[in-house]
């Protein structure tokens, strides 16, 4: 079992940054897949970006490269996302998600633990 639970979200102005992380707990952490998907109010969830276990490999979706950067701590059993240069439809429900490696990378539906979500609001 995994519990995942993300922090640091909040409200940021256009062209401003913030760092999320996602706190798991649970047995093999350091064997997962870690990922970051979001939900725009409105719209359906979609990927942001993805890592392997050990780091060494990780890809985002077109619409974050360059400004986010995904990465994780093992030894604190920890992932983050490093974004910057927020947009305004960078707007969502941000959620952590993690899962066994043979899954589709990109697909929410792989990831079978999630946490709850943190609120990401950028304002011009």
């Known amino acids: 079992q995994v519990r995942l639970v993300e922090s640091g979200g909040g409200l940021v102005q256009a062209g401003g940054s913030l760092r999320l992380s996602c706190a798991a707990s649970g047995r093999t952490v350091s064997e997962y897949i870690t990922a970051w998907f979001r939900q725009p109010p409105g719209l359906e969830r979609e990927f942001v970006a993805t890592i392997s276990p050990s780091g060494s490999t990780v890809f985002y979706a077109d619409s974050v490269k360059g400004r986010f950067t995904i990465s994780r701590d093992n030894a604190k059993n920890t992932a983050y996302l490093q974004m910057n240069s927020l947009k305004l439809e960078d707007t969502a429900v941000y959620f952590c998600?993690?899962?066994?490696?043979?899954?589709?990378?990109?697909?929410?539906?792989?990831?079978?633990?999630w946490g709850q979500g943190t609120q990401v609001t950028v304002s011009s």
């Open positions: 998600a993690t899962g066994l490696e043979g899954g589709e990378w990109n697909r929410a539906g792989d990831y079978p633990y």
